[in-house]
């Protein structure tokens, strides 16, 4: 739980600093052209802690503290006295790899940038569905929806507004990092696919 508590209290102490100080953003929010042309790799992990407004770094933070806690313990479950450290691999790694995508799409338009940590949270809201793929989640806080088909629905629907570009949510982050989220625990231990299919065959 520290680990988590920690990196929450950061992400907020960061996100409130840069809220007064836009140089901050300039310096450390995701910008392709700035990362592949001028090598500003800090950027892949520094825009994670920075939110373009209060809700959005509240949202990020209270989806990564309820679903953080139970991956924690599904790490530990699964890695004994590892879990917090497993946590903190899955949310820096997620970080960078929910980037991805959009650093080679991107890597030559100069405006484009991003901030936040969303991709992370997903890469945390779908390990959790991982391990347990028929709890309830809380759509809009109150309607409940199994966790296996929120996240289909999720991934379809960050596919689709993905590819219409209509607002300026990074959809393409929110999408790999589900996927990466998903497949993180399995590329420590494959042999977790079987527990996966193992949640599911009494609901198929």
């Given at each position: ?8 209290g950061a992400?907020v102490?960061v996100?409130a ?8 953003f300039?310096?450390?929010k995701?910008n392709a ?10 950027r892949l992990l520094?825009h994670g802690?920075l939110?373009g407004?209060?809700?959005?770094l ?5 989806v990564?503290?309820s679903f953080g ?9 699964v890695?004994?006295?590892?879990g917090?450290?497993m946590?903190?691999l899955?949310?820096f ?8 995508y959009?650093?080679?799409k991107?890597k030559?338009?100069?405006y484009?940038s991003?901030?936040?940590?969303s991709g992370a ?6 390990t959790?569905?991982?391990?347990a793929?028929y709890?309830l989640?809380y759509l809009?806080a109150v309607?409940?929806?199994?966790g296996?088909?929120f996240g ?6 960050t596919k ?5 570009n209509?607002?300026n ?8 990092g589900?996927v ?7 590329i420590?231990?494959?042999?977790l696919?079987?527990h996966?299919?193992s949640?599911l065959l009494?609901?198929i």
């Open positions: 739980m520290n680990a988590l508590v920690i990196l929450i992400i102490i996100s600093t840069a809220f007064s100080q836009p140089q901050i300039d310096k450390y995701f052209y700035q990362i592949v042309h001028r090598k500003e790799y800090i520094s802690f939110h407004s209060w809700t959005h509240l949202v990020n933070m209270f990564l503290y806690r139970a991956v924690i313990y599904y790490f530990d479950s890695f004994p006295g590892r917090q450290l946590f903190l899955l949310f790694s997620s970080l960078i790899f929910s980037s991805l959009s650093l080679f991107e030559d338009n100069v484009y991003a901030v936040g940590a949270v997903s890469a945390v809201l779908f959790s569905i991982f391990f793929p709890n989640l809009f309607i409940p929806i199994p296996i088909v289909v629905a999720y991934l379809i629907y689709i507004m993905a590819k219409k209509i607002d949510i990074g959809h393409d982050a929110h999408f790999w589900a990466f989220g998903f497949v993180f625990p399995l420590y231990k494959p042999s696919f079987m996966f299919i949640e009494p609901f």
